[in-house]
């Protein structure tokens, strides 16, 4: 669509060289010779931007300049005068003129300035927009980063759709409720929405949760049972950890999302439904492809719409935003007093590398309100909270010991010790010398802060 531009000026002349100058940049320009003329324009012709003259016959331009800025047209004014001097300048520029030209003005000259500003004031209308509608929530997820606002998008979109949605993420980003999301906001919300996690179902038993069965199908099938397929017909199948299914029965999954028809284990005829598919992994898809866990064309059947969920490390201040719902609804539900965080705890949120994620900064939450009293969640008390990470229970972080020596060139060769243990040595001194501060520490050393993370695990801190 043209930029539309009005000049603003009572010299016809200068008005039609400014419009000749502007004419190559495709613009669509109208003229105006007076004042009112010009605030008649504008409300009529609704340009983008303004070429304005200041001194007018019938008005000043400051005028128009106030006008513009009242009634919130958006128009970005470029103000040029003969009568040029810093005064006017800056006067114009406070009443909301985006630039200032003095006259005479160089054709080069005149295009890039309205060039620039237009390009200027569109970049900032995106990013008010991006900002009125940027949610602190969506659905039932929590967040407002820039990466989640673009999830939100991808979400509202794919909900429109009838193709099948992909949904990739760590353990704990949200993909369940990425494809309640796409449900809840599409025409089948009032249809069932069926949930089936591939790797908590014993394979023997996933076809029949998928397909059913009938009566005498197989040992302990002592009656028909309706599967989530025929439960969900109009609605939507949520297929967690696709990555987890045998490989005979994603060529039956493949047939029936071709076909929209399957049958029962142990059935005779076949059953035809109207479902739309959501599926998930926790794994990167195309390398579960490459080591045979996952068919090519099933996952390029169903990768129509792909959904990348952000882990919390990579989410900035939505961590806080989380911890600080969590810790209502705990505080609440536990009947304890807890209202926010002191500094130094929001500090440990931040720095820590939140490996389980969302599910992870829930239940490390949970269990700091279960065990400590207080207004304010301190970090000692983030300190003494253990939680399960990869089927291991250990301490999130404890305080260091004091580095007590040790580190020193060895002169002999029974001095020698393995590497690891001067790194050990190393880093445990940098964090005391930074006051347990990964992140100052990580710059101080030139590593990574997820590889003061992973060093401490392995150390297993006491």
């Not at 009125?132 to 979109?157: C, E, R």
């Not at 059913?212 to 009656?223: E, I, L, R």
């Not at 060769?413 to 940098?430: N, V």
Request: glycine share 6%; charged share 25%.
């Amino acid at each position: 669509m043209k930029k539309k531009l009005l000049i603003i000026e009572d010299d016809i002349a200068m008005a039609t060289v400014f419009e000749e100058y502007l004419l190559p940049e495709g613009y669509e320009i109208q003229m105006a010779h007076s004042g009112e003329g010009g605030l008649k324009a504008i409300k009529d012709f609704r340009p983008d931007g303004i070429l304005l003259d200041m001194f007018l016959p019938d008005m000043h331009g400051s005028d128009i300049l106030k006008a513009v800025q009242h009634d919130s047209s958006g128009a970005a004014i470029i103000v040029i005068t003969g009568q040029a001097s810093m005064k006017t300048a800056v006067e114009a520029m406070q009443l909301g003129a985006h630039d200032f030209v003095p006259k005479p003005v160089a054709p080069e000259r005149l295009r890039i300035s309205v060039r620039n500003v237009l390009e200027s004031v569109e970049l900032k209308q995106i990013v008010k927009t991006y900002e009125d509608v940027s949610l602190d929530s969506f659905q039932d997820f929590i967040g407002k980063s820039p990466k989640m606002q673009a999830v939100y998008t991808v979400l509202k979109n794919a909900a429109q759709s009838k193709a099948s949605v992909f949904v990739t993420g760590e353990s704990g980003t949200g993909k369940e409720l990425a494809a309640r999301a796409v449900h809840n906001l599409s025409g089948r919300q009032n249809k069932p929405l069926e949930v089936l996690n591939c790797a908590a179902i014993p394979h023997n038993l996933l076809e029949s949760e998928i397909f059913g069965h009938v009566k005498g199908a197989f040992t302990g099938a002592d009656s028909d049972r309706i599967g989530a397929a025929a439960r969900a017909d109009g609605g939507t199948i949520f297929l967690d950890e696709l990555g987890e299914m045998p490989m005979d029965l994603q060529a039956k999954l493949l047939r029936f999302i071709q076909t929209g028809s399957f049958m029962p284990v142990g059935g005779r005829s076949m059953q035809t439904v109207d479902v739309r598919f959501v599926c998930a992994t926790n794994r990167d898809p195309l390398t579960a492809v490459k080591e045979g866990l996952l068919r090519e064309d099933l996952y390029y059947r169903l990768n129509v719409i792909p959904v990348e969920l952000p882990p919390l490390r990579e989410r900035g201040a939505d961590i806080m935003l989380l911890a600080e719902h969590f810790l209502a609804r705990a505080a609440q539900e536990e009947s304890k007093a807890f209202k926010g965080f002191a500094k130094d705890a929001e500090n440990w949120f931040y720095n820590y590398s939140w490996p389980g994620n969302v599910r992870e900064l829930e239940n490390v939450i949970r269990r700091i309100v279960v065990l400590n009293e207080g207004e304010h969640v301190e970090r000692p008390m983030v300190e003494m909270v253990e939680l399960q990470e990869y089927g291991e229970t250990q301490p999130i972080i404890k305080a260091i010991p004091a580095y007590d020596g040790g580190l020193f060139l060895p002169q002999h060769a029974e001095d020698i010790r393995p590497l690891k243990e001067y790194e050990k040595d190393i880093i445990q001194a940098a964090l005391k010398a930074c006051s347990d501060n990964i992140t100052e520490t990580s710059k101080r050393l030139d590593i990574n802060p997820a590889t003061i993370h992973r060093k401490m695990k392995s150390w297993r801190i006491n």
